[in-house]
């Protein structure tokens, strides 16, 4: 049987009250804050800083990512290298906004691209994809590409993260990497069938 132990650098700072999950990995000058809460088999990358938040399980966030409070991540988010999180519509350097904090929520799965910039007071949908330099304004759809500052949508993805081609004559959308398909619904996509 394994060691589960989450292995923590010793350049990394976590705080007491920081709960990590088994078989998670914290990389060299990390910073975890006293109520963070992050799942097991997690990855946390070079020079991050990780709020009072919760991080789900299976999650990968590259280096120099900062979760401030008020975001929440959900199990398995890809969070790319030097990505940005906002809290706080109208900050201002000399006016304290902490109980203004406005939420922010990565639903399962998602992508965030690198160095894209996520505004406070959104949702990204689950397995949603925001392209690299992205600035998202507004919520994602599940399973949306959204590319360009300001984030606009440019396709679909599959949960494996491949780009869905147009729907075909039964008009599904079908995963040439894995096989699953997709129908449009209610102004997104549902998966309809799984391969295998």
Known sequence: MSDLTPLIHPTAIVDAGAVIGPDTRVWHF????????????????QGCYIGN???????????????????????????GPSC???NVIHARAHVSRKAEYTPT???RG???GANATIICGVTIGE??????????????AAHAIVVG????WAGWACRCGERLPAA???????????GDAYKAQGGGIARVEVNG
Not at 63 to 79: I, K, P
Not at 127 to 140: E, L
């Open 168 to 178: 075909d004559s039964t008009q599904r959308m079908i995963c040439a990497r894995c």
């Open 84 to 86: 940005t999180f906002t």
């Open 127 to 140: 397995y949603a994809f925001i392209g690299a330099g992205a600035v998202v304004r507004h919520d994602v």
């Open 110 to 112: 998602a992508t965030v």
């Open 149 to 152: 500052v300001p984030a606009a």
């Open 53 to 79: 938040v919760t991080i789900g399980a299976g999650c990968r966030i590259q280096n120099n990512v900062s979760v401030y409070d008020g975001v929440t991540v959900e199990d398995d988010v890809f969070l």
């Open 105 to 107: 929520l990565v639903r």
């Open 30 to 45: 990390v910073h975890v804050m006293p109520g963070a809460r992050i799942g097991g088999n997690s990855v946390i990358g």
